[in-house]
């Protein structure tokens, strides 16, 4: 338990110091700090304080590595559900949006749904939600993200990148897999959060990546 405690207080510095860097470096954090000890206190939704809704997002990471669907539903919006993106620009028009009693019993369902099109929109993107978690969500392993973005978006193709404009009201945090030295092949996770009742709740999962 000592150990655990260690790297999670580790885990609070670095994050504390990439708040003041604008950048987190998310592969000097132990594999252990995507959990924590404790359940945080997601009291506070001030801007001003990006810790809670970086905890709620290290939590929310590790419950779709894992494919904890009951955890992870346990994070998606009570009101509005969780509107997942494929290729970057959010579009309501073809998005779709689940509730967290739909997350939650999403292992063992063999629905299949039309979440859009593919990056030359040609292709008819048609998966099951595990399907599409493995496709558009869990495409990386975002767990070792090089960099976390708290409201910044690093990089972009020719894809529109409207997650601020989409979700005026809300956060959210990046997860950024640069790839090689192509820089076509970067990968991104953007998980958005809206405050309701004084927490953090998921209410939006962006992929996006190198589009031409």
């Not at 998310?26 to 594999?31: E, G, I, T, V």
Request: overall charge negative; aromatic content about 10%; hydrophobic content about 45%.
């Amino acid at each position: 338990m000592k150990t655990k405690g260690a790297s999670i207080a580790a885990a609070v510095l670095i994050l504390l110091a990439g708040l003041l860097s604008g950048v987190l470096l998310a592969q000097l954090l132990p594999s252990d700090a995507l959990t924590w000890s404790e359940p945080p206190s997601l009291s506070s939704c001030a801007e001003a304080d990006s810790l809670p809704l970086l905890r709620r997002a290290l939590d929310t990471l590790a419950a779709i590595r894992s494919r904890d669907y009951a955890a992870l539903s346990s994070y998606v919006d009570p009101e509005q559900g969780v509107t997942f993106t494929p290729m970057s620009t959010v579009d309501p028009a073809s998005n779709l949006t689940f509730a967290a009693g739909e997350i939650a019993g999403a292992a063992s369902s063999d629905q299949t749904y039309i979440w859009g099109t593919t990056a030359d929109a040609a292709t008819p993107i048609s998966l099951t939600i595990d399907g599409y978690f493995d496709a558009y969500v869990w495409d990386a392993d975002y767990s070792a993200a090089s960099q976390i973005n708290v409201d910044t978006v690093l990089s972009s193709g020719n894809a529109l990148e409207n997650v601020q404009e989409a979700y005026p009201d809300c956060r959210f945090v990046e997860f950024y897999c640069p790839g090689s030295e192509a820089a076509t092949d970067w990968r991104a996770l953007k998980l958005v959060f809206r405050c309701t009742d004084g927490s953090w709740y998921l209410t939006g999962v962006i992929h996006s990546a190198w589009t031409a």
